[in-house]
């Protein structure tokens, strides 16, 4: 059996973390959690996975909406995501099912049950926004 450690991606999307709960130093129930920092249930079963940006069709089961399946064009455009920023979305995704929209909602099928082993906490330091903005003057 291979010890498994932190896992570290990075791409235009900015730096994505991937950390088992064992080798978290923090009891879960203190850590603060938003859409950049979410624990995730993973079995072997459903690795690997893929990181990737976001194709027409796409759909999940948003956490919080009764197993209700959704596209995630759809989930967007409810959350008035303009398009130009729709293009910079990401998705982690298991066995073609989308486990995270990275940055906005994980998947119903992989939330954090206590009955559930194999827990990771992902988190995403996004990247700086571009300096290439011209400052002007008033």
Known sequence: EKPIGTVQIEGSFGKLTLEPVSKIDTPIQSIKYDHYQELIALKDAD???TLRTL??????YPIGMQRKKKKVGK?????KVPLHEKEKV??????????????FRIDERFKMLPSRENVWTFSLKKKRQSLDKKMTRD
Request: no cysteine; proline share 4%; glycine share 8%.
């Open 75 to 79: 989930f967007l455009r409810d959350r």
């Open 47 to 49: 690795l690997p996975l």
């Open 90 to 103: 990401w998705v982690m995704e298991s066995k073609n099912r989308i486990v995270w929209v990275i940055g």
């Open 55 to 60: 194709r027409e069709g796409d759909y999940f």
